[in-house]
């Protein structure tokens, strides 16, 4: 009878160094961001009415076109995050929300003090939502190889550098929010009435 009491050593496990889990997590963002871009983008084309079937029924083909002109001005023309509504929105979001958290925080998220708030509730910030959105999109852009080596310091000087200062300003969007990390607290400062700003109808 075999001896069942041995067992066959377990190969070890593959440990990666530290330093390369930075650029694991920084392309794995990336590759997530580009993957949920390109479902926003298969999404809208889907969405879209097909030209040829517009045309296709003789009498209808002014009419359909107009309609189609119509809805395609009603639906966003950009990929802008404020331009998006509904699952895209939510997908656009989320995509955001990971290179926030895993790429720009760790990187760029610097001491939380009063001259310098942050909101650990950022996604409730309609202002920072557009703004990080836009940051990331020229993130996209400038960090790709076809922008050149120096895409990422143009991204750093015309993108980042501005954003930080207007999202990070005592009086941005932030300001209302503790600035305590141990005491966290989120309020998200209240916007002029469309009536108050002489645009009600």
């Not at 390109?38 to 107009?66: K, N, W, Y």
């Not at 995509?95 to 720009?104: C, E, G, I, K, M």
Request: glycine share 6%.
């Amino acid at each position: 009878m075999p001896d069942t009491s041995k067992t066959t050593p377990t190969p070890e496990p593959y440990r990666v160094p530290d330093e390369d889990l930075d650029d694991l997590a920084s392309t794995l963002a990336k590759t997530m961001a580009e993957v949920r871009q390109h479902g926003v983008i298969l999404d809208r084309l889907g969405s879209e009415p097909d030209p040829e079937a517009a045309t296709s029924r003789p009498g209808e083909g002014v009419l359909t076109a107009e309609a189609a002109e119509s809805e395609r001005a009603d639906g966003p023309t950009s990929v802008f995050i404020l331009a998006l509504g509904g699952e895209a929105y939510t997908v656009e979001l989320a995509a955001l929300s990971d290179w926030v958290n895993y790429l720009f925080l760790p990187v760029y998220g610097r001491e939380i003090s009063t001259s310098r708030p942050w909101c650990a509730q950022w996604h409730e910030h309609p202002e920072a939502i557009a703004r990080l959105h836009a940051l990331w999109l020229a993130w996209q852009q400038l960090t790709d190889a076809e922008a050149g080596l120096s895409g990422p310091s143009v991204w750093h000087r015309d993108h980042l550098d501005q954003t930080l200062v207007h999202l990070r300003a005592p009086d941005g969007p932030f300001a209302a929010c503790t600035t305590s990390p141990t005491r966290p607290n989120h309020r998200v400062l209240t916007t002029p009435a469309p009536e108050q700003l002489g645009l009600a109808a």
